[in-house]
């Protein structure tokens, strides 16, 4: 087959146009549906979808982050790749029977669940979908581009079937069909189309003794920062109110809108330094993984700051006054996005394609505990921004354990230049909404559109002027990963 080595920059481009896309589709959703359903329906609908996750995650075990790292090293070789491939995708369709059998048998003895549980079943469809998109063979091969198209498409047609179907507070669960076809109606496509790359089938031939202790420790490494993630949610709707999930999720929409749009300058990363690690190029590695890094750093720390001067301004246009509540816990959630990326990069970047991922499961275990026990404690107390306070500290704790492992393998050259770059061009992000607020009196929609545009441009001014060889290389194009 033939050899391939993709732009790395191209592949971001790629990956962040459908992040782009899938950040624009709960912007123009959100607000609608936020006002549509009410407080109690969207936390009804979060709650629900907080469970079901769990068994998205325990169907697909720790076969995406596995087969993406191996399939990388060996994807030149059909025989040997399609194999491969038969072999992960059976061991994913075997968890998936389980899957579904498990939450069939707490849907019947969790009394909880008896009022969410058309919702449930409804959701519960993403774990079968999620399964036969193996979405981690495109990454292998670096298929970005069918990926964003495919994505872009299937989100303008739920698009359409939100607006014509979801129109008052009982269609939760129409909203519930619309939200499945955006996050996994395509999978069905991407069965079909595998055969691009070679021929996918059930097998009873796996190396199970290869093959299953790298998974299980990634798949609990997985667990631990799903825990973490979403145990928040779970734990308000048990703890708490619907009403109190509903305002809380105006926060994490937030948050997990620009981790998806973030998260696309990482997820692309991951086959080609895999890769480096298996060509045993490791001046590569480091530079590739270095210009990564900056790359975060310099569109992660300008988007915490415009979060947390826009933190009301956000709230009331994607939900409106009654969610207003949210602001304090979208601050804490923006300062935990900079851990998040951070532990994100050192462990899922670096570690896990050098095959440490027992050290990176022993850091997501205790983070992980860490949130439980603090949400347990202070959720009753502060609810909400109990939440996000305490998403702050495991990914605190996260990044900061990864980090210390991750620079053994990774040497960053002028950290300390590059942060002071970025922080002066943020500066201008502050005067610039108090000049705004204090002359103009326009809507609030124009005066935010204002502001965050006006940012940009300063802010990109700031760093040429200053030059952060990120913007540099962005612009001059003088640097082209191969």
């Known amino acids: 087959m033939k050899k391939i080595r993709k732009s790395l920059k191209l592949n971001m481009a790629l990956n962040g146009i459908k992040g782009i896309m899938s950040i624009l589709f709960p912007l123009i959703t959100f607000p609608y549906v936020s006002r549509i359903l009410g407080r109690s329906n969207i936390g009804r609908y979060n ?3 907080s469970i079901i996750n769990y068994f998205i995650l325990l169907s697909g075990l720790g076969i995406n982050a596995y087969a993406i790292r191996e399939g990388a090293q060996i994807r030149d070789n059909r025989r040997k790749f399609e194999r491969f491939a038969s072999e992960m995708y059976s061991i994913n369709f075997g968890a998936t029977i389980i899957s579904y059998i498990l939450l069939g048998i707490l849907l019947l003895i969790i009394p909880k669940f008896q009022g969410y549980m058309s919702l449930l079943i409804i959701l519960s469809l993403q774990i079968g979908l999620k399964t036969i998109g193996i979405e981690w063979l495109y ?4 298929d970005y581009a069918y990926i964003m198209f495919r994505s872009i498409f299937f989100q303008l047609l739920s698009l359409i079937l939100l607006f014509t179907l ?8 129409l909203y519930a069909v619309v939200t499945v ?6 999978n069905i496509l991407n069965l079909l189309h595998a055969k691009k790359y070679c021929k996918i089938r059930l097998t009873k031939n796996i190396e199970w003794k290869r093959h299953m202790r790298p998974i299980l420790l990634l798949f609990a490494m997985t667990v631990t920062v799903t825990i973490y993630a979403s145990s928040d949610i779970t734990l308000l709707g048990f703890l708490c109110n619907d009403i109190t999930v509903g305002i809380y999720t105006v926060s994490t929409k937030v948050y ?3 981790k998806t749009l973030l998260s696309a300058i990482l997820t692309v990363s991951i086959p080609r330094l895999s890769a480096l690690i298996g060509e045993k190029k490791k001046d590569e590695f480091n530079t590739v993984a270095e210009d990564i890094y900056k790359t975060l750093l310099t569109f992660v720390l300008p988007v915490i700051v415009g979060i947390i001067v826009l933190r009301k301004e956000i709230v009331l246009i994607l939900s409106g006054q009654e969610y207003i509540g949210a602001a304090s816990s979208l601050v804490l959630l923006s300062i935990a996005l900079f851990f998040c990326m951070g532990a994100w990069y050192w462990g899922q970047c670096i570690l896990v394609p050098v095959k440490k991922e027992a050290t990176v499961f022993k850091v997501t275990v205790v983070s992980a505990s860490v949130n439980i026990v603090l949400n347990l404690v202070m959720i009753p107390i502060w609810e909400e921004n109990a939440a996000a306070l305490t998403t702050i500290i495991a990914e605190g704790i996260s990044f900061l354990c990864c980090y210390l492992q991750g ?8 950290i300390k230049i590059i942060l002071i770059k970025i922080m002066t061009g943020c500066i201008p992000i502050f005067i610039l909404y108090i000049f705004v607020n204090h002359y103009f009196i326009l809507p609030m929609v124009i005066n935010t559109a204002l502001i965050i545009s006006v940012s940009i441009i300063l802010y990109f001014v700031v760093e040429i002027l200053m030059k952060n060889e ?3 290389d962005i612009i001059s194009r003088r640097k082209t990963i191969q």
């Open 256 to 258: 997990s809108i620009i």
């Open 47 to 49: 709650f629900s979808l």
């Open 181 to 186: 076809m955006s996050a996994s109606g395509c």
């Open 470 to 472: 990120v913007i540099w």
């Open 139 to 142: 990454a292998i091969y670096e």
């Open 407 to 414: 620079r053994r393998y990774v040497e960053i050259q002028k």
């Open 166 to 173: 979801v129109r008052s507070e009982s269609d939760v669960n």
